[in-house]
């Protein structure tokens, strides 16, 4: 035994008898011998020495286990919100990504906040709102302050209504550049309900913490001297508003919203507006433009205009800062900061932001040795919550959709935007349709909203307005997979006539230029299929004819499912014929999809894996496996369930599998389809390890407001839904050894991975409630009445399990 400090000693033990799992749980598993050094943190050396000295193995084991285990882990310890900050480091992202600036980068910050909460708030590197830039990543060595944001989280779109704060000392300078600090990540620590760093240039500790609509943070001098606080509205049109209020010990102000796509370069019809309040009395303020000083106390409409104001500050000394965000008023933000923060006690607000995010994450509890798989899983969980955003006020206001500066009133439930719906319709919003079927159902009803204020059904709504962003119509697909779930809180008659009028009827030219409606809708109907003559110029993704004639013929699925629903036998009658459209873009010739003109000839010199302007953001091969609708119609189409193996296998064994692009994301699982099930307990598994790590390029690409993540949340757990409208999920093996899923309605989902170690990754067999299952698929009402999945796994596939 050696002396080694005043808090302990370290003693070696040989457990050649112990079991070997005492070790795993806090060793990982180091050696079968169990010959390991312990370092007991004992308050006492005497206490251990008796300890010691009475030999007693258990009682060892039982400070080794109060040592490792003494204190409940929180599980927002296992998110790193900078997973996904840096450019993609995964196999397909480096083969398939178009370049640093877009595909390449997650595009994901390190957002504190609350789950679907209005306001993030982050560090900021970047200055700009503009598209495709986020606010921080993880490469920049300097940092210009703390942004209270509404970046889609994952996307390449924009930053709108945002405003920053940075804290400087000595010189006041109120150009970013000049003011910029540089910051070493060892120094930053990141996490859902906490952000801190330490800015190297004034030797100041700047911390963050937040709820759903407001924020506090706290600073630390590490000098004494003249403090500063720079506040910025962060318009890139020279536009928005700053007040300083001495009267009340309050900064306000706003910055207007400004469409893209659609509509680009017109206001959106509200701003993001923010009120700010010190602890701390001020010793002076100002107005600037630039490196300009202005009169007064209120400016507006000018370049990089903002405010300051100084504080005298003792080394060590704390400023405390409090802000409440609104896109209705000024009035409003102050509203929401007093009933969400009527107090300045920071430490108080961490653990309540941090307790509403334990229980978040603490739905799906999981078990496994590995933490960096738990570490990545419990990352993707939190960045699936991040949209789609809330944005109505505490006292239920909220700006009118797609119009101009006038708000609206909705009592009892939440208002929500920026839906990001040609990726989440997949599966970030079909896991909150499992996990919390009331916030779908608030979900929904904002769409209906929508819907009646614009008179359309918004395809992809954002910044709360029609933007006709990407392509499809994924907003019918969502409405109808909640409506088959009998997922209340919406008017579905309501929902449904939205999106029959998006189904049947054409927008005229303004109307199309707002950005409602289907784009080539009245080609679509009139060919079966959207032809290569038509280039679609009134949309921001012109072309991409072959893929949304696929896209169309799942969303007149959906429709069709819902019609079929209530009992609208016209209008199911057809759109269960249009559901089969993908097959006219199908050519036999070439077997596989390809560009179609309007007199039915078929594009030359194709190539499957070069991308093509008729593909929406990939190649042919990539998107010809998109008929979630009708996969047996697929099936016929390409010859057969050994032909769609083959041409699966294919995909895979060229490296052709994106997955950092949203319409493969149901490819791993169709081998369920096939006489191989087996398959996609490799293929997923595969994916699972390669496409997600848990550092700053753990994200294959653009997470794409938490679709990305929610597909390993799903795939992790042992299913996933290829098919959202059909209440059915593909089976594939789970990778933890034990999770539990709460759900709201009381039952639990229990999920057992028996042998589940090494190389097992092959179902030997599954047991459902205590019963042999057979089927590669569970339902929803499975899910949602309780279960117990057993699942048996082994190194080699059981070629037979799933075939039946």
Known sequence: MAKNSNLGVAINISFRSAQPAVTACCLGNVSRLLDFKLKCMCKKQSKLRRILQKGSLSTILLCLFVNCFGQKQNLVDYVNPLTGTSYSTTISSKKHSSGPTTELLANVIPAVGLPFGMTQWTPQTQLTEKKCVAPYYYKDKEMSGFRATHWLSGSCTQDYGSFTIMPISGKLRTSAVDYASGYQHKNEKSSPNYYSVFLDKYQITSEITALARSAMMRFTAGSTDDFYLIIKPNSDRAKGFVKIDQKNGEVVGYNPVYRIYQGSGSPAGFNGFFVIQFQKQVEKN???????????????????????????????????????????????????????????????????????????????????????????????????????????DVNGSYPKFAHQYENAQLKGKDYYDDFSMWDIYRAQLPLYQILQPKKIGEFANSMVLKGDQGGWLPIFPCWNNYTAAMIGDHGSAFLASAIVKNIGGFDQNKAYNLMRKNAFETPDSTESMEGKGRRALGDYKKYGYVPLNNHILEAFHTNEQVSRTMEYAFDDYCVAKIAEKLGRADDEKELFIRAKNYKNVFDKKVQSINGRYADGSWLGNFNPDKRASFITEGTPRQYMFYAPQDIKGLIDLVGGKSALEKALDSLFLKGEYWHGNEPGHQIPFMYNYTNTPWKTQKIVRQVLDEEYADGPGGLSGNDDAGQMSAWYVFASLGFYPVDPVSNRYEICSPLFDKAIIKLKNGKTIQILANGNKGKNRFIQSLKINGKLYDKTYLTYDDLMSGAKLEFLLGEKPNINWGTH
């Open 286 to 392: 100002g107005l600037f433009s630039g490196n300009d000083f202005l009169d007064g106390q209120s400016t507006g409409n000018k370049v990089d205009l903002g405010a300051f104001l100084k504080f005298k500050m003792q080394k060590g000394e704390r400023l405390t800062i409090r802000m409440g965000t609104s896109f209705t008023s000024i009035a409003n933000a102050r509203a929401n900061l007093k009933a969400e923060i009527n107090h300045w006690d920071f430490e108080k607000l961490r653990k309540q932001a941090g307790d509403i995010w334990n229980t978040a994450l603490g739905q799906i509890k999981i078990e496994t040795s590995d933490k960096k798989d738990k570490d990545i899983f419990y990352t993707s969980f939190y960045h699936s919550m991040q949209h789609p955003r809330l944005f109505s």
